[in-house]
């Protein structure tokens, strides 16, 4: 299972674009990269899923690299509500236990 | 309305009592599996199931069980709880194939005494 390492907090103020990176060096061949977000006791949600190059939705931007390495989820203009814990998955194919580790705790100020 | 449904939300119990943690969805998903998740360590998944009567453990499997009889649910047993098994519970579920998204239940925040 390809293990990723994200920083473990960041601190952002509304209105800026937050990037968090997530590296992955062992990423397998038909690995995914997905997103998810969590509330204090809420389950996850999910963001975003890629495969390479870039993916965009309403909510989020998520750029991978060539050598899929890493990968960056970009949030456009945060606010307050934004304040969660945000985890990169990568994924095998076949038997899928996915690997949520401890995620980055974003806190976005007023 | 899609959803995935725990019961129950909280629960406090007392060593040895064994207890079931119930999970259900609606969205006639292959895949169903159960986390744990504890201050500092993350989300851990204990369980996972692809199909009816197919289940394999995940990374902390000591002390529970799980049961696949029917498609839309997937029960957590606790036989013999102990205190270290206090912990937010998490059930999920999803399209088989890895990488489809997960859809989460609200949770069972579950102390033991």
């Known amino acids: 299972l390809a293990k990723t390492t994200q920083p473990i907090s960041m601190d952002s103020y509304e209105g800026q674009e937050v990037n968090i990176t997530c590296s992955h060096n062992?990423?397998?061949?038909?690995?995914?990269i997905t997103w998810y977000q969590q509330f204090p006791s809420q389950g996850p949600r999910f963001i975003i899923q890629g495969y390479k190059t870039k993916v965009t939705n309403e909510v989020a931007s998520l750029f991978i690299p060539a050598d899929r390495k890493s990968s960056t989820l970009s949030l456009p203009r945060v606010s307050l509500s934004d304040t969660a814990v945000y985890y990169c998955l990568v994924g095998t194919g076949g038997s899928y236990i996915p690997t949520f580790g401890r995620g980055t705790s974003l806190i976005v100020h007023p | 309305e899609a959803q995935v449904t725990q019961n129950p939300r909280y629960l406090i119990t007392v060593t040895g009592k064994k207890l079931t943690v119930t999970c259900s969805q609606n969205m006639n998903h292959e895949y169903m599996s159960w986390y744990r998740q504890d201050p500092g360590l993350g989300l851990r998944q204990i369980y996972y199931s692809m199909n009816v009567e197919v289940t394999d453990k995940g990374d902390v499997p000591e002390g529970y069980k799980v049961s696949r009889k029917e498609k839309r649910n997937f029960p957590l047993i606790l036989e013999s709880p102990s205190p270290n098994q206090t912990s937010l519970y998490f059930c999920?579920?999803?399209?088989?194939?890895?990488?489809?998204?997960?859809?989460f239940g609200p949770g069972t925040r579950l102390t033991v005494l």
């Open positions: 062992n990423i397998a061949t038909n690995d995914y």
């Open positions: 999920a579920s999803s399209l088989a194939g890895q990488g489809n998204e997960q859809f």
